[in-house]
C-alpha cells in the first residue's frame, strides 16, 4: 500500500491549518477565533486525530482561541524517530501553549490522550485551567494497542472498528481510514495506544487540583452543538 501525503488531510472548513514550532518540533494545529481570547484545546485519541473536533469550532470561535492540534507523529506534524515518551508528549502540550501565546488552556482529551492531560494538569497545573476527558483510557486497552498497530495495513477495518456504529459517518471514516496510511505515522500510533499504562516519570505526581469533567460516548462527534455548551461552561 502506498503512503500518503499529510496534505489528504489539509481540509477546508472555519479554522486555518498552521505549523507551529515548539521544543525544536514542528506540531500542525487546526486554529480559529482570536489568540487574545482564552484558549481550548483539543487533544486527539491513537485511533482519531484534530479532523475529530472539526465541527466544533464553528460554536466556538467567536468567544474562544479554538485548537485542534495534532499530537507529534500524526498527520501533519513532524514525525521524528524518537520523542514519544508521556514526559515528551506533556512537554509538546505544554509547548504548544506556550508557543500559541497563552499561559494556560482548557483542555479536552480524547481516549488515550486523556493520559497526557492528567499528567500536565497534576504536574504542570500553571498550564491547565480545566480539564474535559472524554472516553478517559485509564490502563492499556489490549484491543486499542491491536487496532493501533493493523490501522496502516487495514485502513477502513480499524476506522469502523474505532467507532461507535451510530457515528460511523462517511465523511468521519473517511478521514481516519485517510489518517492512517499517511507515511511514518505507525510508530506514533502504537506509543500513544501505549501511553495509558506508561508509569508516570520519577517525581512526577498523578494529583490533580483543576476542575475536571468526564464524558462519554464521542461527545464531539455525537452532538458537537452541546458538547460545545460543556466547553464553554468549563472555560
Known sequence: MTALSPAVLAIPGPFEHELVHTRGTRLHAAV???????????????????????????PLSADFHVVAMSA?????????????????????????????????????AAGTAARLATSLAANYP??????????ARTRLSPRTLLLARAATNLPDFVA?????????TERTLELRALSYQIGGTQHARVKHAKLPGT???????????????????????????????QVQLAT
Open 199 to 229: 508509569p508516570l516519570p520519577v517525581k512526577w505526581t498523578s494529583r490533580i487540583e483543576v476542575p475536571v469533567r468526564y464524558a462519554s460516548g464521542m461527545p464531539y462527534v455525537a452532538d458537537p452543538v452541546a458538547f460545545a455548551e
Open 160 to 168: 469502523g472498528r474505532s467507532l461507535p456504529p451510530a457515528l460511523r
Open 72 to 108: 507529534r507523529g500524526f498527520a501533519q506534524s513532524d514525525k521524528p524517530p524518537m520523542g514519544y515518551s508521556l514526559r515528551e508528549g506533556v512537554g509538546d502540550i505544554s509547548g504548544m501553549i506556550r508557543a500559541l501565546g497563552h499561559g494556560k488552556a482548557t483542555i479536552v
Open 32 to 58: 480559529a477565533g482570536a489568540p487574545q481570547a482564552p484558549l481550548v484545546l483539543f487533544l486527539h485519541d491513537c485511533l482519531g486525530g484534530w479532523f475529530d473536533f472539526r465541527h466544533l469550532f464553528e
Open 126 to 135: 500553571e498550564r491547565v485551567r480545566s480539564l474535559i476527558l472524554t472516553d
